[in-house]
């Protein structure tokens, strides 16, 4: 006796984009933690955990939107240069410059500031503290951030670029985390530099 479970595409393409989520961003934090000659696994596996749920949601929801932003070629906002020419329809998608910048208005300073502190909430519960004000960490950590994104804004702006607009839709959860993971590595990294 057999079972056969039929899995609806959109759901396989769900549970895939959790999947690679784990493993990338853990796999791309591990690498930073061994990088700073610290490896744990808790953080590892937690790291996976918001990559598979967090990140592996929001990251294609963001796609979607850059792929479906349009405007009417009588739109006044076409003036920015950010949208291609009109179609036969009179409608103006975002061309690449436009749609890279709308990945990088994703991972932004605050995206960076978050990244860091689920890595302290997870460094903090591996070594068994209390974690108290977790909103005056998350502050504490924008300068950081913010310093962490300028610097590592000339890899991001390629990266993006590749991830908008040389892979196809289906595969830009994956490129982005690859993209986020090489990027994770600076952060935590620059988290250590600039005193985060």
Known sequence: M???????????????????????????????????????????IGIGLIGSSFYALEVPLWFRMIEGTFCHASDKIRVCQLFQEPDTDNICRLDYKGRTLMAMSYFNPIWVARHMFFISLLNAISKGY???????????LIPVAAKSFLVCIPVIIA?????????????????????????ALWFAVSKVIFGG
């Open 2 to 44: 057999s079972i056969k479970i039929n899995i609806h595409p959109h759901d396989r393409n769900q549970l895939l984009d959790m999947l690679e989520g784990f493993l990338v961003y853990g796999l791309g934090d591990l690498a930073a933690q061994i990088i700073l000659g610290s490896p744990n696994l808790i953080r590892t």
């Open 130 to 140: 209390v974690f108290n004000a977790p909103f005056k960490i998350f502050i504490t």
């Open 159 to 183: 990266g993006n670029y590749i991830v908008q607009n040389k892979i196809k839709m289906k595969y830009r959860l994956i490129g982005s985390a690859i993209l986020s993971s090489i990027c």
